[in-house]
């Protein structure tokens, strides 16, 4: 079992800088890849930004691609998202999750954490 804690969220204006944080703790050896996640309200969770737990295969929705960073600390187990040029559409909740294997779904979750952003 993989615990993950996320942070970081909050209310911002557009144009502004927000940065997730998501800590990992349990069975880390059994994580393959994790990734970031956001729901709107009213809209299905889509995928965000995302990674082989090495830290290798990058991979970014097109729709943040070049304003959000993911990046990993591994003396601490956490993984954090930058976002940056943060617009109205970016409001969503947060979660990271990680998934065990590449031909398995992200099976554990965060709480998530709310990002609003305001024009």
């Known amino acids: 079992q993989v615990e993950l804690v996320e942070s970081g969220g909050g209310t911002v204006q557009a144009g502004d800088s927000l940065r997730l944080s998501c800590a990992a703790s349990?069975?880390?050896?059994?994580?393959?890849?994790m990734g970031w996640f956001r729901q709107a309200p009213g809209k299905e969770r889509e995928f965000v930004a995302g990674?082989?737990?090495?830290?290798?295969?990058?991979k970014y929705s097109d729709s943040v691609k070049g304003r959000f960073t993911i990046s990993k600390d591994n003396s601490k187990n956490t993984v954090d998202l930058q976002m940056n040029s943060l617009q109205p559409e970016d409001t969503a909740v947060y979660y990271c999750?990680?998934?065990?294997?590449?031909?398995?779904?992200?099976?554990?979750w965060g709480q998530g954490t709310q990002v609003t952003v305001s024009s």
């Open positions: 999750a990680v998934k065990a294997g590449p031909a398995l779904d992200f099976g554990s």
């Open positions: 349990g069975r880390t050896f059994s994580i393959y890849a």
């Open positions: 990674f082989l737990w090495s830290g290798r295969n990058t």
